[in-house]
Structure formats: structure tokens, C-alpha cells
């Protein structure tokens, strides 16, 4: 079964760094997600992408994230200056079309000290 | 944007009971309705979803149904096993790439 692959498996970072979390989406798939969860929370929606553009963001997606599907394969999610609340596992995500369900990778979990 | 509630947080059922599962959601144009499963330190992974068209899905042991008056959805898990355990979220999308989620359920089966 097709999945979707995220790099790495766990970072840890010092507080103020960049961090570029990665992914690969299944490979006919076209919508792309990037979505986060702290430790024991729910999961919470960040950016969606669709036809090389971010389609949706959320609130929690500041001008400290960024996203890019910069070679046909792989979609990135970028921090620019991390802080100790980014600590969390993120999740990227890809579905075929619209409102179908959403295949998940298996997280980065990110802690930031 | 869109705003979902889900409801308990925790429940604790004997194996062979059912379990039901239920989430209110704000944005009347949500049409799209899935349910993930997510065990301990895992990805969550879709179990089932339901779109506006329909009240009514069921796979199995696991059913869905939708009040798109109420805007209220729920999950029932019937003749619930051990394996079973894990924490539930539900979700809602309108026609856009914004799905929200639920504060989860972890359900737990007591065999």
C-alpha cells in the first residue's frame, strides 16, 4: 500500500534555529497537508497546498512557517526561527482530490530546547 | 473557520459493548465528515467517512451517522475488541482544503 514518508523520524533543535521537515506524498496525489499535534493534544490543522500554491493556513500558520514542493516530489515544511511551543509531532499529509480521505506519514517529532 | 467539538474525551467500555462517539461541528457548509483511529505514537489513520449526501455508512463494526440539521455527527462502534483501544478523532471540511479536527476520544476496552 502506498504511504506517505516524513524525515526525519525526530529532530531536535536549538530554540532560534531553522528546521526543514520533509516529506513525501504519494506519488498521484495532489493535495498536500501539513498538520501538528503536541503531546496528548488533538490534531491541528496548519497549511494545505494544492496546484504548487497554499490553498488554506490556519492561524497557527505564521510568517515563521513556509511550505514548498520545490523538485515534483517532495513537500517541505520550513520553521525560521523555532520556539519551545513548536515542540510537537507534525504530520504531513496527501489525498488524491478534494474530501477524500487523507493518507497521514508518520510524523517528525520535533522538540525544540 | 470551522469549529468541531467531540464528546467524551474518555470512555471506557466492556468488551462486547458498543462504543458511540459524538461531534458537533459550526460551519453549515461542511460536507465532508471522516473519522481517524490513532494508536500510541502512531499516524492517525482513516476508519471511516461520511459526506453530506448521505445520513448513514456503515463498514462492519463501525457505522457513522450525520445530522446535517443538527449539525451533529457521530461514531458507533458495535461488539467493541481490545484492539479497539486507541484515541478517535472526528473531523469536518467544507469544499475547501481546511479540515479541522476533533479534541479527540480515547477509548479504551476492557476485556
Known amino acids: 500500500e502506498p504511504e506517505v514518508t516524513q524525515t526525519p523520524s525526530h529532530q531536535v533543535t536549538q530554540m532560534g534555529q531553522e528546521v526543514i521537515l520533509r516529506c513525501v506524498p504519494i506519488?498521484?496525489?495532489?493535495?498536500f497537508y501539513w498538520y501538528r499535534q503536541i503531546l496528548g493534544q488533538k490534531v491541528e490543522f496548519l497549511v494545505s497546498f494544492y496546484n504548487n500554491e497554499i490553498s488554506e493556513k490556519s492561524e497557527i500558520f505564521d510568517d515563521q512557517f513556509s511550505v514548498e514542493r520545490p523538485d515534483g516530489s517532495n513537500f517541505t515544511l520550513k520553521i525560521r526561527s523555532t520556539k519551545l511551543e513548536d515542540s510537537a509531532m507534525y504530520f504531513c499529509a496527501s489525498s488524491v482530490q478534494l474530501h477524500y480521505g487523507y493518507t497521514f506519514g508518520s510524523g517528525t517529532r520535533l522538540t525544540v530546547v | 473557520g470551522e469549529n468541531v467539538e467531540q464528546h467524551p474525551s474518555t470512555l471506557s467500555v466492556q468488551e462486547g459493548d458498543s462504543a458511540v462517539i459524538k461531534c458537533t461541528y459550526s460551519?453549515?457548509?461542511?460536507?465532508?465528515f471522516p473519522w481517524y483511529k490513532q494508536e500510541l505514537g502512531k499516524r492517525p489513520q482513516l476508519i471511516i467517512d461520511i459526506r453530506s449526501n448521505v445520513g448513514e455508512k456503515k463498514d462492519q463494526r463501525i457505522a457513522v451517522t450525520l445530522n446535517k440539521t443538527a449539525k451533529h455527527f457521530s461514531l458507533h462502534i458495535t461488539e467493541t475488541q481490545p484492539e479497539d483501544s486507541a484515541v478517535y478523532f472526528c473531523a469536518a471540511s467544507a469544499n475547501n482544503n481546511d479540515m479541522r479536527f476533533g479534541a479527540g476520544t480515547r477509548l479504551t476496552v476492557k476485556p
Open positions: 460551519d453549515s457548509a461542511s460536507n465532508y
Open positions: 506519488s498521484n496525489h495532489l493535495y
